[in-house]
Protein backbone atom coordinates (compact mmCIF):
# COMPACT_ATOMS: atom_id res chain seq x y z
CA UNK A 1 0.00 0.00 0.00
CA UNK A 2 1.31 3.00 -1.26
CA UNK A 3 1.51 6.93 1.24
CA UNK A 4 -1.20 8.30 -1.01
CA UNK A 5 -3.36 5.16 -0.78
CA UNK A 6 -2.60 5.41 3.09
CA UNK A 7 -3.44 8.81 3.50
CA UNK A 8 -7.31 8.05 1.29
CA UNK A 9 -8.10 5.62 3.60
CA UNK A 10 -7.31 7.44 6.68
CA UNK A 11 -4.62 5.33 8.03
CA UNK A 12 -2.11 6.43 9.35
CA UNK A 13 1.57 5.76 8.55
CA UNK A 14 3.51 6.85 11.77
CA UNK A 15 2.15 4.48 14.54
CA UNK A 16 2.62 7.54 16.82
CA UNK A 17 0.28 9.70 14.90
CA UNK A 18 -2.14 6.94 15.43
CA UNK A 19 -2.41 6.48 18.97
CA UNK A 20 -2.72 10.05 19.18
CA UNK A 21 -5.43 10.83 16.88
CA UNK A 22 -7.77 7.71 18.18
CA UNK A 23 -8.79 7.57 22.11
CA UNK A 24 -9.23 4.10 22.80
CA UNK A 25 -5.54 2.85 21.47
CA UNK A 26 -4.65 6.17 23.83
CA UNK A 27 -5.73 4.62 26.74
CA UNK A 28 -4.87 1.66 26.09
CA UNK A 29 -1.13 3.32 25.52
CA UNK A 30 -1.26 5.86 28.59
CA UNK A 31 -2.06 3.13 31.01
CA UNK A 32 0.66 0.59 29.35
CA UNK A 33 2.69 3.58 29.83
CA UNK A 34 2.55 4.53 33.38
CA UNK A 35 2.25 1.09 34.41
CA UNK A 36 5.77 0.49 33.09
CA UNK A 37 7.47 3.87 34.27
CA UNK A 38 6.13 2.93 37.48
CA UNK A 39 7.67 -0.18 37.46
CA UNK A 40 10.62 1.21 36.85
CA UNK A 41 10.01 3.45 39.50
CA UNK A 42 9.75 0.75 41.97
CA UNK A 43 13.51 -0.09 41.04
CA UNK A 44 14.85 3.32 40.56
CA UNK A 45 14.03 7.02 40.84
CA UNK A 46 14.58 7.47 37.18
CA UNK A 47 11.17 5.36 36.24
CA UNK A 48 9.34 8.64 37.47
CA UNK A 49 11.15 10.64 34.79
CA UNK A 50 10.64 7.75 32.18
CA UNK A 51 6.83 7.34 33.09
CA UNK A 52 6.03 11.25 32.95
CA UNK A 53 7.74 10.91 29.50
CA UNK A 54 6.34 7.89 28.57
CA UNK A 55 2.95 8.87 29.47
CA UNK A 56 2.92 12.49 27.41
CA UNK A 57 4.73 11.02 24.27
CA UNK A 58 1.30 9.64 23.42
CA UNK A 59 -0.73 12.28 24.77
CA UNK A 60 -2.29 14.51 21.39
CA UNK A 61 -1.20 17.85 22.61
CA UNK A 62 1.57 19.29 25.16
CA UNK A 63 -0.93 20.64 27.98
CA UNK A 64 -2.74 17.27 27.71
CA UNK A 65 0.81 15.72 28.19
CA UNK A 66 1.98 17.52 31.14
CA UNK A 67 -1.82 16.42 32.38
CA UNK A 68 -1.00 12.33 31.74
CA UNK A 69 2.38 13.33 33.43
CA UNK A 70 1.05 14.67 36.45
CA UNK A 71 -1.72 11.91 36.73
CA UNK A 72 1.34 9.74 36.31
CA UNK A 73 2.85 11.24 39.69
CA UNK A 74 -0.16 11.09 41.37
CA UNK A 75 -0.53 7.62 40.94
CA UNK A 76 3.36 6.60 42.12
CA UNK A 77 2.40 9.04 45.08
CA UNK A 78 -0.73 7.02 46.27
CA UNK A 79 0.96 3.53 45.55
CA UNK A 80 3.87 4.55 47.54
CA UNK A 81 1.61 5.40 50.34
CA UNK A 82 -0.06 2.25 49.93
CA UNK A 83 3.11 0.56 49.77
CA UNK A 84 3.55 2.01 53.35
CA UNK A 85 0.98 0.52 54.75
CA UNK A 86 0.14 0.70 58.34
CA UNK A 87 3.13 2.87 58.76
CA UNK A 88 1.76 5.75 56.71
CA UNK A 89 0.12 6.87 59.61
CA UNK A 90 3.48 8.33 60.58
CA UNK A 91 3.69 9.89 57.35
CA UNK A 92 2.62 13.51 58.82
CA UNK A 93 5.91 13.72 61.79
CA UNK A 94 8.07 12.54 58.77
CA UNK A 95 7.78 16.28 57.42
CA UNK A 96 11.57 16.94 55.71
CA UNK A 97 11.42 13.39 54.16
CA UNK A 98 7.98 13.31 52.70
CA UNK A 99 8.25 17.04 51.56
CA UNK A 100 11.10 15.36 48.90
CA UNK A 101 9.34 12.08 48.12
CA UNK A 102 6.40 14.26 47.54
CA UNK A 103 8.20 16.54 45.12
CA UNK A 104 9.65 13.57 43.50
CA UNK A 105 6.73 11.81 42.51
CA UNK A 106 4.93 15.09 41.32
CA UNK A 107 8.62 17.10 39.78
CA UNK A 108 9.97 14.12 38.18
CA UNK A 109 7.05 13.03 35.67
CA UNK A 110 6.87 16.57 34.47
CA UNK A 111 10.38 16.72 33.94
CA UNK A 112 9.80 13.38 31.88
CA UNK A 113 6.72 15.14 30.02
CA UNK A 114 9.09 18.24 28.37
CA UNK A 115 9.86 14.99 26.02
CA UNK A 116 6.45 15.65 24.46
CA UNK A 117 6.98 19.36 23.58
CA UNK A 118 10.58 18.01 21.40
CA UNK A 119 8.40 15.30 19.88
Known amino acids: MSDADRRDSGESSVPLARVRSEPRTRAV????AV???LALASVH?????AAGAAASL???TVRRGVAYA???GALALV??????GPAAAVLPEMRPVI????AAAVGLPLLGSLARGVV
Open 70 to 72: LGA
Open 29 to 32: AVAV
Open 45 to 49: WLGLI
Open 79 to 84: AFAVSL
Open 99 to 102: YVAA
Open 35 to 37: ALG
Open 58 to 60: VAP
